[in-house]
């Protein structure tokens, strides 16, 4: 049974630094991508960062390009998403998420689409405060 399971996030002021992780068990798979998204209140969950391992790249959302930092061990067993420079946008519930991935699904995967992903974790709250 795969399970993902998300932790690290709390309250910080604007400009503030905070590390996400995501802890994997049960996944195995030659190819795969691993994501964060986040849903912000009244908001649609929206695609943050993800790692695909099919091209060993990784792929950030505008809203986090040069602030945010996607990273994990080659298992996968953990998943990281180091947050610089945070701002009260980035005020959220942030979900881990994993998938095995084809060639054909790797442009989606590149495009954060959340209905790509088959493994979620629980939400971790970030509240950045002004």
């Known amino acids: 049974e795969v399970q993902l399971q998300a932790s690290g996030g709390g309250l910080v002021q604007s400009g503030g630094s905070l590390r996400l992780s995501c802890a994997i068990s049960?996944?195995?798979?030659?190819?795969?991508?691993v994501a964060w998204f986040r849903q912000a209140p009244g908001k649609e969950r929206e695609g943050v960062s993800c790692?695909?391992?099919?091209?060993?790249?990784?792929y950030y959302a505008d809203s986090v390009k040069g602030r945010f930092t996607i990273s994990t061990d080659n298992a996968p067993n953990t998943v990281y998403l180091s947050m610089n420079s945070l701002e009260p946008e980035d005020t959220a519930v942030y979900y881990c998420a994993a998938t095995p991935v084809d060639g054909f699904k790797l442009p989606l995967i590149k495009d954060l689409h959340e209905d790509e992903y088959d493994y979620w974790g629980q939400g971790t709250l970030v509240t950045v405060s002004s």
């Open positions: 049960g996944f195995t798979f030659d190819y795969y991508a």
């Open positions: 790692y695909s391992s099919r091209d060993d790249n990784t």
